[in-house]
């Protein structure tokens, strides 16, 4: 069973910083993206970064420069380093891992909670 847990979230003032963390586990499929979205209040989940497997990273323009994703070695854990904070990065940030064994599946963590203060 496919498990994403996230931590790192919280209350951080804005210009601040905070790492995200997803730990992922039971994953027996071929990874093709890990990756970081987020959903604010009255707004759809968007996407903030991805790692393919194999490609380059991508970010969503109003966070490039600011954030950084990377995984570990051994690619169970994916980060999102989160630095000068903005109000407008406040959101539910969720990890997601997709990948191919037979057919595509597509996975989600619980979710955790980032608040910037203005």
């Known amino acids: 069973q496919v498990q994403l847990v996230e931590s790192g979230g919280g209350l951080v003032q804005a210009g601040g910083s905070l790492r995200l963390s997803c730990e992922a586990s039971?994953?027996?499929?071929?990874?093709?993206?890990m990756g970081w979205y987020r959903q604010a209040p009255g707004k759809q989940r968007e996407l903030v970064a991805v790692?393919?497997?194999?490609?380059?990273?991508r970010y969503a323009d109003s966070v490039k420069g600011r954030f950084t994703i990377s995984t570990d070695n051994a690619k169970s854990t994916v980060y999102l380093q989160m630095n000068s904070l903005k109000a407008e990065d406040t959101g539910v940030y969720y990890c997601?891992?997709?990948?191919?064994?037979?057919?595509?599946?597509?996975?989600w963590g619980q979710g955790t909670q980032v608040t910037v203060s203005s």
């Open positions: 790692i393919p497997t194999g490609g380059s990273t």
């Open positions: 039971g994953i027996m499929f071929t990874i093709l993206h």
């Open positions: 997601n891992v997709d990948g191919v064994r037979g057919t595509w599946r597509n996975y």
